[in-house]
C-alpha cells in the first residue's frame, strides 16, 4: 500500500477528517488530500508529523516496514534502548522465552 493511501486509512481509523488532521500537522486539509491521492509527496519533516498524529512508525508510513508500530509499543522500544547492555540482555531472554512459549502453545491449539 502507497503513502497516500496508508494516510487515507490511518486518518479515517483514528477518526480525524482531513481538516483536522493538516490542522495538527501544520497544513491545510487540500493538502492532506493531495497527499493521499498521491498527487504530492509530503516532505520528511511533513510525513514525520503525519506519522506521529496517527500514532505509527516513519518507517510503516512510508512502506519500509509491514510491521505496525503503535506509539506505546515505540516507547517501549525506546525506554528500552536506553537501558545498560546486560539489562537489555535480560529484557531480550525474557521477549525470547515469551514468544517461544506463545509459539508453542499455537501450535499445540
Known sequence: MDLGKKVAELRKQ???NRDELGKIVGTSGAVIGRYERGEITPSVEIAKK???ALEVSLDFLVGTTDQELDKATLNRINEVAKLSPKEKELVFEFLDAFITKA?????MQ
Open 14 to 16: 483514528k477518526g480525524y
Open 50 to 52: 503525519i506519522a506521529e
Open 103 to 107: 509459539k508453542i502453545k499455537t501450535v
